[in-house]
């Protein structure tokens, strides 16, 4: 992908643990429902953290590209995407491309 | 086995009343994460890539069909319908719910399980020997001593909160099954030239970062006085420790710092004190626990002989099954390594197929191996066909033990929040490049070790090839070792070039498979061949 680069907040649900990611005014399961952060991403993780609703909350790299998102480091792409040897958990990003992300 | 009495029961029945207020406070708000996550991971819960991730505590690996079931159940109740058995001898789920957690651990408690001593800095849940008690080479049985360990160990106030964790392994036997050599504490039981049985300390082994050989501290101790001892390796520990940095905090660091001569010398000091002060618990109690390990009923009228007309079967004797200490008796290894498959996972229906397995043929006894296999250590030879039967109809017959495609891995980058790069595709890429089971039994015993990271939980220092993935540059890429070894033999293997992608370790391994075969001698393994002709005739194979 060589759309735009932008920065992008993740964490994990509290109740849930599941990888989740800040649309800006909530928390979703799809790493493509992101929206940027810029330099607000620290303010917003300790403020969704405090209200209990995610945890380990932080910022990631990552570019966007015709609707789809794409964490820029192999370790949040995993994340996004889930266990790579169980494509039958996968969470199924928008990039077409997503099932081969890693390889 | 050891059945817990009520003490032990009421020990754990609290311990879920204290987590599940812990938890519901949690999600009250009323404690914070920071506050929070130490008295979670003091329960097993760790916060992984994907989800929350239980690790539930298998003590020396040992467990009855009960509890293998709840394993079972607990993978369909609350997690995806797989569990994960680990290098540490317990299992691990990959998708627990925190809300969930404690209704997880209350269950566990109904058959005497938990996750206790499963993180932080205390002493871990003690592994062993998986053959113990079975094994036809065996001394004696290690784990009345690493009940004991358990009993003295577990919330220990002195020894909760150390430089760094803390890992015990115990054997009683010549062979080294338990990689005792690479703990913190390996301990054997020996017998001296006047046949009384002992106990010989090992200090200052262990992989990561910086893997280490435990050198010998205590050659002979009486059996009676192992609590004042450990106790006295652990306070030498606890004082000198350093926790400064946690990358030198590990018992290894200190002992090759200081030199073994020098803590030797302050272990015995101190444990010249402890004597003293009677703190050994009364021999009444080993000998409480020992009844708890006496042989099964052995029928003294099981023949040894089998009908191998089946080849798959004889096959899979031939592979995994060992001898036994009683005749007419066998020790059977259940491979969690079928070809493509994630070493170590099981499903639910898997694993409780295991426990009938165990209840109906093995005097309702199971292990796990440190090597991620599932062991049924009391098996009549009688009944080996009609259980290859049932473990091949669940997919759980791969005669792979201790070959090629047996392979150690962690679970790397797939779930693991510090791995640097995924150990599970390599390790399927590998199995599949090898799946002739006519290759892999013509390049014999042959132990590949795959981590993730330098935390080493793949044992990958210990393989004869080992294999470390690492993050270069963004990408994932693969270091290769060869020499290692975890057994009576113990060696760390050796970094023998530049790395490779996922594709071209697989590559690599097979160029030095063609070298071992061209240059191997009488019954050589892949090891012996290595330690031989050295490194150079394998890296011109693999780089030239």
Redesign the interface.
Same mark, same amino acid.
């Given at each position: 992908m060589s759309g735009d680069r932008i920065k992008v907040l993740t964490g994990?649900d +509290? +109740?849930? %643990?599941? /990888?989740t990611w800040w649309t800006g005014s909530a928390w979703s399961r799809k790493v493509d429902d992101a929206a940027t952060v810029g330099d607000d991403g620290a303010a917003i993780a300790a403020s969704e953290?405090a209200a209990?609703r995610v /945890? %380990?909350a932080y910022v990631i790299d990552a570019v966007r590209e015709d609707g789809a998102l794409r964490p @820029?480091?192999?370790?949040e792409r995993? !994340?996004a995407l %889930?266990? @790579?040897? !169980?494509l039958d +958990?996968s969470l199924r990003p928008n990039d077409p491309a997503a099932a081969g992300w890693?390889? | 086995m050891y059945q817990y009495d009520t003490h032990d029961q009421a020990m754990v029945d609290a311990r879920v009343a204290e987590y599940s207020d812990q938890v519901a406070r949690r999600i009250a708000g009323t404690l914070t994460e920071d506050q929070f996550k130490p008295l979670r991971l003091k329960n097993g819960l760790y916060l992984q890539l994907h989800a929350y991730m239980l690790r539930v505590a298998v003590p020396y690996g040992t467990l009855d069909s009960r509890q293998m079931r709840m394993l079972g159940d607990i993978a369909d109740k609350y997690d995806r319908g797989y569990g994960h058995f680990t290098t540490r001898q317990n299992i691990q789920y990959n998708w627990i719910k925190l809300e969930d957690s404690p209704a997880i651990l209350a269950d566990l408690a109904t058959v005497g399980m938990h996750a206790i001593q499963t993180s932080g800095n205390c002493i871990r849940n003690t592994t062993a020997d998986h053959f113990a008690g079975a094994a036809a080479d065996e001394i004696a049985d290690p784990r009345p001593y690493a009940e004991l360990l358990r009993q003295w160990s577990t919330f220990h106030p002195e020894f909760d909160y150390l430089p760094r964790k803390f890992k015990v392994a115990i054997i009683g036997s010549e062979t080294d099954r338990a990689a005792m050599k690479l703990h913190d504490i390996g301990i054997q039981v020996v017998q001296n030239e006047a046949g009384e049985t002992g106990l010989r300390f090992y200090v200052g082994g262990g992989m990561g970062r910086t893997p280490m050989i435990a050198p010998v501290i205590r050659d002979f101790l009486p059996p009676l006085q192992m609590i004042s001892y450990l106790e006295a390796c652990l306070r030498i520990y606890n004082a000198h420790g350093r926790r400064d940095n946690k990358y030198k905090a590990r018992i290894k660091i200190l002992v090759h710092e200081i030199g073994a001569d020098a803590y030797r010398t302050q272990v015995e000091e101190e444990f010249a004190h402890i004597l003293t002060l009677n703190l050994e618990p009364p021999p009444a109690e080993l000998e409480r626990i020992k009844a708890q390990f006496v042989d099964p009923g052995f029928d003294a009228a099981a023949t040894d002989a089998i009908d191998l007309s089946d080849p798959d079967f004889a096959l899979w004797v031939d592979q995994n099954v060992h001898a036994h200490k009683a005749p007419g008796y066998a020790i059977v290894t259940v491979s969690l390594k079928p070809v493509g498959g994630i070493p170590g996972d099981a499903t639910a229906d898997q694993i409780r197929l295991m426990a009938d397995l165990a209840r109906d043929h093995s005097f309702d006894e199971l292990r796990v191996s440190h090597a991620q296999n599932i062991v049924l250590p009391h098996v009549k030879k009688s009944d080996l066909y009609a259980i290859w039967q049932q473990l091949d109809a669940a997919e759980l017959a791969t005669a792979n033990l201790d070959l090629i495609s047996d392979i150690i891995a962690c679970p790397g980058l797939d779930y693991c929040s510090l791995a640097n790069a995924r150990s599970i595709p390599v390790a399927q890429k590998i199995a599949q490049r090898f799946s002739d089971i006519g290759r892999q039994r013509e390049l014999g015993e042959l132990k590949l070790k795959i981590s993730g990271c330098i935390n080493a939980c793949g044992h990958h220092h210990a393989g004869h090839i080992g294999i470390l993935g690492v993050d270069r540059k963004g990408l994932e890429n693969y270091q290769l070792l060869f020499g290692g070894s975890e057994g009576a033999d113990t060696s760390l293997g050796s970094i023998i070039g530049p790395g490779f992608s996922e594709d071209g370790i697989v590559d690599a391994i097979e160029k030095a498979t063609d070298v071992y075969l061209a240059k191997r001698e009488a019954d050589e393994r892949f090891i012996d061949t290595y330690r031989r002709i050295g490194t150079a005739p394998f890296k011109e194979a693999i780089y030239g």
């Open positions: 994990n +509290l +109740l849930s %643990g599941d /990888v953290e209990q /945890v %380990g @820029t480091h192999i370790k995993i !994340r %889930g266990p @790579t040897v !169980r +958990l890693i390889a | -």
